[in-house]
């Protein structure tokens, strides 16, 4: 898989999710709250909900971003951060709209870390109007280059 | 309360069989999280790895224990420093950085007990009525 030039990483920004909807099935809310050891009666309410369901819904699978970035499992993509914002509480049973684009993409050369690529994505869960926005980066590890 | 510290929050260890449900809730199919053996193939050691959205979620338990639930956690970024192991014990906890009305800034870690920390960032949440 070709990895980008400089050029054709930075053009990648703006570049939109297909997107799609998200329920917060009870049962699917209860076992997520089960698996991160929080109270069954949080709900869908912690921020972490967000990310869950905009990756979720977003349009494609990981691997499938992965190749936008010419890059596979493989090469070990890794999370870098996760910001997320709640404007209104995620409810369970509701269904949200998620929307999400490419943010930024830039080419970094580290000393120990070698060249890498950081690409951030924006993902919105929408109600009536925009109820959470999370914003995260993943690190490419460039060890060709 | 700016300085304030919060509390500290206990986890663990942590479950490589709660990894593997929230890998199928996530339709994550990467094999470091159910699978020694990808784990071991990476030269990562021989225990499967722990979700991030799991990591970030203790540390909004943690907030939510102090602010009266997960629905006052308004906004959060967090950093990933290193990875989480089955077995591994953690702790959560932070201090309070800032106090605008009913709206209070955190920093805010996660730590293997006896090892590195594995998350830092910061929150806002809401501590009114």
Same mark, same amino acid.
């Not at chain 1, 090469?75 to 997320?84: I, N």
């Not at chain 2, 500290?8 to 990467?30: C, F, H, Q, W």
């Not at chain 2, 907030?63 to 009266?68: D, F, S």
């Not at chain 2, 800032?98 to 293997?112: F, H, I, K, P, T």
């Given at each position: +898989? %070709?990895?980008?030039? $400089? !050029?054709? *990483?930075?053009?990648?920004?703006?570049?939109?999710?297909?997107?799609g909807a998200f329920t917060f099935e009870p049962w699917w809310v209860h076992l997520v709250n089960d698996c991160? *050891? =929080?109270?069954?009666?949080?709900? =869908?309410?912690?921020?972490?909900?967000?990310?869950l369901a905009g990756t979720a819904a977003m349009g494609m699978s990981w691997e499938e971003m992965w190749a936008i970035f010419g890059a596979t499992e493989a090469?070990?993509?890794?999370? /870098? !951060?996760?910001?997320?914002e709640i404007f209104e509480p995620l409810r369970t049973g509701a269904t949200y709209a998620v929307s999400g684009e490419i943010v930024s993409a830039v080419r970094k050369r580290g000393a120990r870390t070698g060249v890498f690529d950081l690409v951030g994505y924006r993902l919105e869960l929408r109600d009536t109007r925009v109820a959470a926005r999370c914003t995260s980066s993943i690190i490419f590890p460039r060890r060709s280059l | 309360m700016i300085g304030e510290a919060l509390p $500290?929050?206990?986890? /663990?260890?942590?479950?490589? $069989? %709660?990894? %593997?449900?929230?890998? =199928?809730? +996530? &339709?994550?199919?990467?094999p470091i999280h159910f699978d020694p053996a990808a784990v071991c193939a990476l030269g990562m050691g021989d225990r499967v790895v722990n979700q991030g959205p799991l990591n970030q979620a203790y540390v909004v338990t943690m907030? =939510? &224990?102090?602010?009266?639930g997960a629905d006052r956690v308004r906004a959060i970024r967090l950093r990933y420093l290193g990875n989480v192991f089955a077995g591994d014990k953690l702790r959560a906890g932070g201090t309070v950085t800032?106090? &605008?009305?009913?709206?209070?800034?955190?920093?805010?870690?996660? !730590?293997?007990i006896?090892?590195?920390?594995?998350?830092?960032?910061?929150?806002?949440?809401? %501590?009114?009525?």
């Open positions: +898989m %070709k990895v980008p030039t $400089e !050029e054709e *990483l930075a053009a990648l920004v703006g570049t939109a999710f297909p997107g991160a *050891l =929080a109270p069954p009666s949080d709900g =869908a309410a912690s921020p972490v909900f967000a990310f090469d070990g993509p890794m999370a /870098g !951060e996760t910001a997320t | $500290e929050y206990e986890i /663990g260890p942590v479950s490589a $069989e %709660k990894m %593997k449900t929230m890998s =199928a809730l +996530m &339709r994550d199919a990467n907030l =939510a &224990r102090w602010a009266g800032a106090v &605008r009305g009913a709206e209070v800034d955190c920093e805010v870690w996660l !730590e293997v006896g090892g590195a920390k594995v998350i830092s960032g910061t929150a806002t949440v809401h %501590k009114g009525e």
